[in-house]
């Protein structure tokens, strides 16, 4: 099973609220990763967590601030969005980081669609 | 640096005709290659992957070869359908302190 699961599949948000995202995997992956996906781009590689601690923040602004509370969970707090913020966002898992000389796939979630207004 | 070029398209094709869609990389080593698909309002899902060279990745009728002396990891498949229609997305992971590398993607459309 490759399977990776995200909570909620949508959301709208004002510029005040304080929201979560989650994520989940059970294939025994330990690393973990916060992507965001712009309309008609790529991912753009946010945050990634190896055997629970945060090892790469791609210069990502504050009102985004990961979590991994266990080896099998991934949740992104959410806090004075801006409408531009708005995009999906998407977890995905792998056995193994990069940083640690692995090439391991990674495998996605079915993502978030954050609408901030 | 580590990179992947891909034909950006849109590509538009008739059911059952043949695809390819180009991807090219550069990178320093023995990256693992992959191709990820997109379909609408949906995540990204692993289509196919090699990991060293001369290695053909295939999965759905989808065929991709890792060629290190052209750095090439063309997508192919014979007969495309409908369903097809998404967004594809070619990427590299080389070893090291490096992210996945992600091509700008190429939409394929099927019409029947």
């Known amino acids: 099973d490759t399977e990776v699961t995200q909570t909620p599949k949508h959301l709208v948000m004002g510029m005040t609220n304080k929201k979560s995202l989650k994520c989940e995997q059970h294939?025994?992956?330990?690393?973990m990763y916060w992507y965001k996906q712009k309309a008609k781009k790529p991912p753009e590689l946010m945050f990634v967590y190896s055997y629970e601690k945060l090892s790469i923040n791609e210069s990502v602004p504050s009102r985004f601030s990961p979590e991994c509370p266990n080896s099998s969970l991934l949740n992104l707090h959410l806090h004075a969005l801006q409408p531009e913020d708005s995009a999906l966002y998407l977890c995905a898992s792998s056995q193994v980081g990069s940083l640690a000389g692995s090439t391991d796939t990674q495998y996605f979630g079915p993502g978030t669609r954050l609408t901030v207004l | 640096g580590n990179s992947v070029t891909q034909m950006e398209g849109p590509v538009t094709l008739s059911e059952e005709a043949f695809l390819t869609i180009n991807c090219t990389y550069t990178a320093t080593g023995y990256p693992s290659l992959f191709w990820y698909v997109q379909y609408p309002g949906e995540g990204l899902q692993l289509l196919l992957k090699a990991t060293k060279a001369d290695d053909k990745g295939s999965n759905k009728g989808f065929e991709a070869t890792y060629r290190k002396e052209t750095t090439s990891f063309h997508l192919e498949k014979g007969s495309v359908q409908v369903s097809d229609s998404a967004v594809y997305f070619c990427?590299?992971?080389?070893?090291?302190?490096?992210?996945?590398?992600f091509g700008k993607g190429t939409r394929l459309s099927v019409i029947a």
């Open positions: 990427a590299l992971l080389n070893s090291g302190n490096t992210p996945l590398v």
């Open positions: 294939m025994g992956h330990r690393a």
